[in-house]
């Protein structure tokens, strides 16, 4: 059964081991999933994800956002395989032959596979820092554009901003899985993020599942901050 709080994957962005374990033990049950990113991976390797999510614990959300030749990503996907992780990020500007890889090797786990979702547009970025890359395609047309990109190379979702929710499921209909961060409670700060929504909003918009991070983890008490969150989900999902 789908509940608010099964959709909430809880970022910890960290590169503390005890930290990242004590805040994984304080919110496991509370929310669906955890989001370890790079910077932890980074600095603990496959040995500091099971020390975080243990044998039996919540979903992971390995969120690496590989970037790389397809024979690369695929490899990088296959080698965290033994992790078991509900879902993995890759970038959909590697392009199609890249994605495909990536949803090929996923499938060689079988039923037990890890979903790949493709990221699309940072929600760090805006119109003006991708012009200044020299993207000058709006922000959203370049999001849909990416995403039905994702969705024709065999991808399972994407990762995109709340802004542009409510394009991506009806360029790419009701069962390609959206991943969305940039969510903010409406008693958080925004901190770095542009592009961002309440959690209520961004589900109503389409969304599947919400990465919040700081409006939880920043909080002395994780799990009530987490279930706080869940309650505002659901005041809004009232009539």
Do not use: Y
Not at 25 to 54: N, W
Not at 145 to 159: C, I, M, T
């Amino acid at each position: 059964m789908t509940t608010p709080a099964s959709r909430i994957f809880c970022a910890v962005d960290t590169t503390d081991l005890d930290t990242a374990r004590d805040l994984g033990r304080r919110i496991s049950g509370v929310v669906g999933g955890i989001k370890l990113g790079l910077e932890f991976f980074v600095a603990h390797g496959p040995s500091g994800i099971r020390a975080v999510i243990g044998e039996d614990g919540p979903p992971l959300f390995l969120d690496l956002k590989l970037h790389d030749i397809p024979n690369t990503v695929a490899g990088g996907i296959r080698a965290a395989l033994p992790l078991k992780p509900a879902f993995m990020t890759i970038h959909s500007a590697g392009g199609p032959a890249m994605m495909r890889a990536a949803a090929e090797a996923a499938a060689s786990a079988g039923a037990e596979r890890p979903k790949i979702l493709a990221v699309t547009v940072l929600t760090s970025l805006d119109a003006g820092d991708l012009e200044s890359v020299g993207q000058r395609t709006p922000v959203a047309e370049q999001v849909t554009r990416l995403a039905k990109l994702a969705k024709e190379s065999g991808v399972d979702g994407v990762v995109c901003s709340p802004a542009e929710v409510a394009l991506v499921r009806a360029a790419c209909g009701p069962d390609f899985i959206l991943m969305v961060p940039g969510i903010r409670p409406a008693w958080a700060a925004a901190n770095d993020q542009k592009r961002i929504m309440t959690p209520a909003e961004a589900l109503a918009a389409g969304a599947d599942h919400l990465v919040i991070g700081r409006p939880i983890t920043g909080d002395t008490d994780p799990a009530a901050a987490a279930r706080r969150i869940v309650a505002e989900i659901e005041e809004g999902a009232r009539p």
